[in-house]
């Protein structure tokens, strides 16, 4: 594809019930971000990964989230017992290279708990 | 600490007039600094990327500029058009040994109405 994708795109659970959500970068893109925009605020970085080397998971907010990516392909970003907190738009971004590379991002996944 | 402030938090005004959106930002060591148009329901869309040695760039009826002395950045939108209407988001990176870091502000909301 020509750009990121993200699925689902809307997801709507029950407290307490795990999701995991998916983006799909651009291929050949080394770099992958995750974040968080909760209504009507800014963009909240949760994890980051580049190449194969460790992931930054300075952002994660608790150990109920978690993220995966194999290679430079697929991430999938996974949020346990999840709470009504977590409602949110979780965005995805690739990149090339780091350092001025510009960042390209999914259309993001709505998440909203009950 | 880095931090990028966004002024004003929400706009409203009638097409075909003109408008600025400021971006003050405390991040070091600068490497560049990039306004992206994001809107609704959408992911955000780089519009410039502006590094130390630039002091204006457009893109259409979009003009950035840079005053890396008062670390100040503006994006002019000219003559504005109903598609405008969205949140704009600045983003200044800092690169240093340690990797690079990407500091967001809370973005301003535009509202071009007819």
């Known amino acids: 594809g020509a750009g990121v994708s993200q699925s689902p795109s809307n997801k709507v659970t029950e407290k307490g019930k795990d999701v995991e959500l998916r983006c799909d970068p651009i291929s050949g893109h080394t770099a992958l971000y995750w974040y968080r925009q909760r209504l009507g605020q800014g963009l909240e970085f949760l994890i980051y990964?580049?190449?194969?080397?460790?992931?930054?998971k300075s952002g994660l907010p608790s150990d109920r989230f978690s993220a995966e990516r194999t290679g430079e392909s697929v991430s999938t970003l996974t949020i346990q017992r999840t709470q009504q907190e977590d409602s949110a738009v979780y965005l995805c971004?690739?990149?090339?290279?780091?350092?001025?590379?510009?960042?390209?991002f999914g259309p993001g996944t709505r998440l909203t708990v009950l | 600490k880095n931090q990028v402030e966004q002024s004003p938090q929400s706009l409203i005004i009638l097409e075909g007039k003109n408008c600025t959106l400021q971006c003050n930002y405390t991040v070091s060591p600068f490497s560049n600094l990039r306004w992206y148009k994001q809107d609704t329901g959408r992911g955000p869309v780089s519009l410039t990327i502006m590094t130390f040695s630039e002091n204006t760039k457009s893109n259409g009826r979009y003009t950035a500029t840079l005053d890396a002395d008062t670390k100040q950045s503006s994006l002019h939108i000219t003559a504005s058009q109903l598609s405008d209407s969205a949140s704009y988001i600045c983003v200044v990176s800092a690169a240093s040994q340690a990797g690079t870091a990407l500091i967001f502000g809370k973005g301003t909301t535009l509202s071009v109405s007819s």
């Open positions: 971004a690739s990149l090339r290279r780091l350092a001025g590379h510009e960042q390209f």
């Open positions: 990964f580049q190449g194969n080397s460790a992931p930054d």
